[in-house]
């Protein structure tokens, strides 16, 4: 008894040292893949990242797919600093979109808080914001979509049709509108809302900003919270603003009225909403409205094909607050994925459902390591060429001389793409993937990429201006130093609106710029530092 006793104890050991045994070499080969098939990309700056190639471990773990093959071995992806692996290995990453019966895009796990889009009035610095002025007519959830977030004054507002034709998702544009461009671009909206196409109204969001030192002298009233203070016409106000108690006492002539203060207390919002007849403006009176915009001819001409010799702003000599605009389009975007782009940036079509298809199929991965932007390369056709609407057509019109690199002969440096020739000479694949991993570090310190990002980015400082140059240096310095990775996309790209800029001189806006520089290495990059830190592979 005692004989046996000892042989099962001994036979015990022996199978526990076996199964340890076994469990640490399993561990050892794993290579630290993670649980549930996902894979880490959170390994070390310089070494190769790993990714699933084809179809892959993950979808089996995620409830799995279809159909669906097994997983294959891990595959490196390279950053930037890893220049010995072979680029042809970027083709066989898994950020792929072409998996079948997937979920539909509110079932990824993204961690995003859903905003009601109400109209309100907020104030930054100078600028009064009108935020959801003119509202699109349908919702978005805000894991459903990607919002193109982008800005113009009123000459750019033509602009919203090729970009609403193009791009799937929703679009939330500022628009920079003092003095009388107020009403120009009331006008501009309203004719295309009323007159171009439905995805305008569907899909379009317009939020107005006014400038405290150039009001203009009335605004519409196109929301109950803007309030319905009644004045009767010339009692209680000199000069637009309001000197006393207001009354409500009926009158034809009735204006409404709403206070809104500045900081230096003076500029009043004042909404005009007569009841005198109809086109009567030289006393005050307004034309007819469709939900507060005015109505418009559609057999006219639109606003932007006639403009004004010169606008509001060019009379003025106002500069373009073009970082305010840039933050107030992203933070009233009703989705948690954006794409802040300029209004003359189009993109390629289709690219929403592309990159939520590749999103899904990698989302066991989407949210490990460090994190991510995902950058669009940009190009430029000539001004007797029209925008490719794929990648095929772009790369045709490059062999043949027709379409350039974005601001190849203005600041080639700023919008250098790494891997630009691989990327051009790549096999064109169907869907959505992850063609190189970047980093903004030497040669590309001044990149100035535009990407899809996220609402958790670093926002753009708005004391820089359009004429400054440099003003999306600073926000490059922030991703920089969070060390995130700029993932190149393979088959999605923006084109600039027709004609390749050339270089000219511009001694004022050079001056300018020569300032706005001085201002960022005095103050501004002094404040960067303390914020995020410094490293001599980042730079303002």
Not at 424 to 450: C, D
Not at 531 to 536: E, S
Request: proline share 7%.
């Amino acid at each position: 008894m005692l004989f046996q006793r000892r042989l099962i104890i001994r036979a015990s050991l022996f199978l526990n040292f076996c199964v340890l045994t076994y469990v640490a070499l399993q561990a050892a080969q794993g290579g630290g893949n993670g649980s549930g098939g996902s894979v880490n990309l959170s390994g070390d700056p310089v070494s190769a990242q790993t990714v699933y190639g084809g179809e892959t471990e993950s979808s089996a773990s995620t409830g799995g797919v279809p159909g669906a093959a097994s997983a294959q071995p891990p595959l490196a992806l390279p950053t930037e600093t890893d220049t010995e692996v072979s680029t042809s290995t970027l083709e066989q990453a898994n950020w792929s979109s072409d998996a079948t019966n997937e979920p539909p895009p509110a079932e990824l796990r993204i961690d995003c808080r859903q905003t009601e889009g109400g109209f309100a009035y907020t104030q930054r610095g100078q600028f009064w914001i009108l935020n959801n002025y003119v509202r699109a007519d349908k919702s978005f959830r805000c894991n459903e979509s990607i919002t193109y977030t982008t800005h113009g004054d009123v000459t750019f507002l033509d602009n919203v049709i090729p970009l609403v034709q193009r791009w799937d998702g929703p679009l939330s544009m500022a628009v920079y509108a003092p003095g009388t461009d107020y009403d120009t671009a009331m006008n501009s909206i309203a004719y295309l809302r009323q007159c171009t196409i439905p995805a305008v109204n569907e899909r379009v969001t317009f939020h107005l900003v006014l400038d405290e030192r150039h009001f203009p002298r009335a605004i519409r009233k196109l929301h109950p919270s803007q309030g319905s203070i009644l004045v009767p016409e010339g009692h209680g106000t000199t000069g637009g603003q309001s000197t006393g108690p207001t009354s409500t006492t009926a009158d034809a002539n009735h204006k409404r009225t709403v206070q809104v203060h500045s900081s230096n207390g003076q500029a009043v919002i004042r909404v005009e909403r007569s009841g005198m007849a109809a086109g009567s403006a030289a006393d005050g009176g307004i034309l007819p409205e469709i939900g507060g915009l005015p109505v418009v001819n559609c057999s006219q001409p639109a606003p932007w094909s006639t403009p004004p010799k010169k606008t509001y702003k060019q009379i003025k000599n106002l500069t373009y607050p073009v970082n305010v605009l840039r933050n107030v389009a992203r933070q009233n975007a009703p989705t948690h994925y954006i794409l802040a782009s300029d209004a003359e940036l189009y993109p390629s079509p289709n690219l929403v459902g592309d990159f939520f298809a590749m999103l899904r199929r990698n989302e066991s991965i989407l949210h490990l390591g460090r994190p991510k932007i995902f950058v669009l390369p940009i190009f430029e056709v000539y001004s007797n060429q029209t925008v490719p609407t794929s990648k095929a057509e772009l790369l045709s019109k490059l062999q043949q001389g027709l379409a350039v690199p974005f601001h190849q002969k203005v600041c080639s440096y700023c919008h250098s793409l790494p891997k630009s020739k691989e990327w051009m000479t790549a096999n064109i694949s169907q869907g959505l993937h992850v063609f190189h991993i970047a980093k903004r570090h030497k040669p590309y310190q001044r990149w100035e990429p535009i990407y899809i990002g996220t609402q958790d980015d670093p926002l753009y400082d708005e004391r820089l201006t359009w004429e400054g140059k440099s003003d999306k240096m600073t926000q490059g310095y922030a991703l920089c130093m969070l060390d995130y990775d700029f993932m190149i996309l393979d088959n999605a790209f923006l084109v600039h609106r027709p004609g390749v800029k050339i270089p000219r001189k511009e001694p004022v806006r050079d001056a300018m710029a020569k300032k706005q520089s001085a201002v960022i290495r005095s103050a501004i990059y002094r404040e960067l530092k303390i914020m995020y830190g410094q490293n001599n592979d980042c730079i303002v």
